[in-house]
């Protein structure tokens, strides 16, 4: 079956409104002549004549009469669907957005950035999910509005990304700790006992690497794969944990938090999403609350 011209609609819509083919012609910037033929092909598809000749001008048969209470409406939702979308009422916004990041993020921004979502739309929730892994696959399905993070070589390349701050790695561990007195040289650090925090499993990073450089190796006494567990065996144990200063700022509480002895690149954690959520406005909204209460 032949699909039928859409574009018909709106001839139809400006035909019914002038009831003349001269007037509707001007009205839609054609000539006389196109306007004939479109009323041609107007009749072949509906099967009927539409607009008939009475004396010297043109009135509606039933059919058109049907028609011209429908078409209105129908040409006025397309137009909308195709016109920029309309400013974003916050007050009546009713949604709920999923938020995946690493521990450490609810706990040092969940607060504000629900007080700041709340204060603007009541109605919207957010879900807040654990990333477990770096795969893109939860934003490219849509099962995630928002990811936060380090980009890395297995970030998806279509994502969108902004960076939020800056962070380094920085060593914890108790009060009382034998460290808490006197310098922290490379030397004290690596002969210490360390916590590794490692979610694929890996024996070694990047702070071994740069203990390397200086003909140093650290003893890890126990791996774990967050940077919550690292700070739960650092408050109760003489291990160091070293981890994201800004990212683990309320899990350090009541720790004794130092400079790493060691020349590490600071980290960036960026705001990650796919491209078909850029212009949605609810979208664009929340990703602003995300970067003010991140940046403030």
């Known amino acids: 079956m032949t699909r039928p011209d859409l574009n018909l609609l709106v001839t139809l819509d400006v035909l019914l409104f002038e009831g003349s083919v001269a007037r509707a012609a001007r009205r839609l910037r054609l000539s006389p002549s196109a306007m004939s033929r479109a009323l041609a092909r107007l009749r072949e598809a509906t ?52 938020l995946r990041n690493r521990e450490g993020f609810v706990e040092n921004f969940g607060a504000a950035l629900i007080a700041r979502v ?27 509005d928002l990811e936060t993070g380090v980009i890395s070589e297995t970030t ?37 006992r360390h916590i590794h925090v490692s979610r694929r499993g890996n024996d070694t990073g990047p702070i071994d ?13 126990a791996a774990v794969g967050s940077f919550s567990e ?42 990650l999403w796919h491209p078909r959520l850029d212009a949605d406005p609810a979208h664009r909204w929340l990703r602003a609350c995300v970067r003010e209460v991140c940046t403030a």
């Open 47 to 98: 099967g009927d004549p539409l607009l008939v000749r009475a004396g010297r001008g043109l009135v509606p048969t039933p059919r058109a009469l049907e028609l011209r209470s429908r078409i209105g409406p129908l040409v006025e939702a397309a137009e909308a669907c195709l016109r920029p979308a309309e400013n974003l009422d916050l007050k009546t916004l009713a949604r709920t957005f999923t």
């Open 118 to 144: 709340g204060s603007e739309a009541p109605g919207v929730r957010l879900r807040f999910v654990q990333k477990l892994d770096r795969e893109s696959s939860p934003l490219r399905e849509g099962t995630v």
């Open 156 to 192: 998806g390349p279509e994502l969108r990304a902004q960076a939020l701050f800056r962070d380094r790695f920085v060593g914890v561990i108790r009060p009382g700790h034998p460290l808490t007195s006197g310098e922290i040289t490379p030397t004290r650090y690596a002969s210490a």
């Open 209 to 221: 690497a740069a203990l390397s450089a200086l003909t140093l190796s650290r003893e890890i006494a």
């Open 230 to 271: 690292a700070l739960a065996l650092a408050r109760a144990t003489d291990l160091i944990a070293s981890v994201p200063e800004r990212y683990t700022g309320s899990l350090r509480e009541n720790l004794v938090t130092f400079p790493l002895p060691v020349a590490l690149p600071e980290i960036t954690i960026s705001l």
